[in-house]
């Protein structure tokens, strides 16, 4: 699959939803579908933000924004895809928006054998705080809580 010219993010919303479940689905063992995702927007604190390519989305991130506060829930890119810089591009996108909406902190849990993401993250200022043991149901695998201090945004480039 080609990579998309000019990939800009942009955020979604609940018109989205069907594109969303679709891209999860060919990216996680236990996907969300789209009335997962529907419900989802119909919470405040929950946001979405995608790259658009060919029929739907290549990549996305979903967020709860919680006061001064945000945790990632997913980042996907379709696994044709991956290795082009697009989570690295979408990743920094949102970063720089909870810069500037204020957000002192953001959280998240990775897979603890996730060497890519995990990289991804530290490039983008999170460091490991804990981890959670059997976090993940389809096959028990820890999972590392990875933190991130407002202003610590790394090397997006690197």
């Known amino acids: 699959m080609k990579t998309p010219d000019a990939a800009e993010p ?4 609940p018109e ?3 594109d969303l479940a679709g891209l999860e689905g060919r990216t996680f063992p236990d ?3 789209e009335a997962a995702f529907t419900a989802a927007f119909a919470r405040p604190a929950f946001a979405a933000f995608g790259i658009p390519g060919g029929e739907g989305l290549v990549a996305y991130a979903t967020f709860h924004f919680l006061g001064d506060e945000f945790e ?3 980042i996907a890119v379709d696994p044709a ?3 082009r810089g697009l989570a690295s591009l979408l990743f920094a996108h949102v970063l720089q928006q909870t810069d500037k909406m204020g957000m002192n902190r953001g959280y998240l849990e990775v897979r603890a054998g996730n060497v890519p993401a995990k990289r991804l993250y530290a490039r983008h200022g999170f460091t490991v705080a804990g981890a ?3 976090y993940y149901p389809d096959n028990g695998e820890d999972a590392l809580v990875m ?3 407002a202003g610590r945004a790394g090397n997006a480039s690197a």
């Open 81 to 83: 895809l991956r290795g």
């Open 72 to 74: 990632v829930i997913n």
């Open 31 to 33: 996907p969300w579908d």
């Open 147 to 149: 933190v991130r201090d």
């Open 10 to 13: 942009m955020r979604l919303g």
């Open 132 to 134: 959670r043991k059997r």
């Open 16 to 18: 989205h939803a069907r």
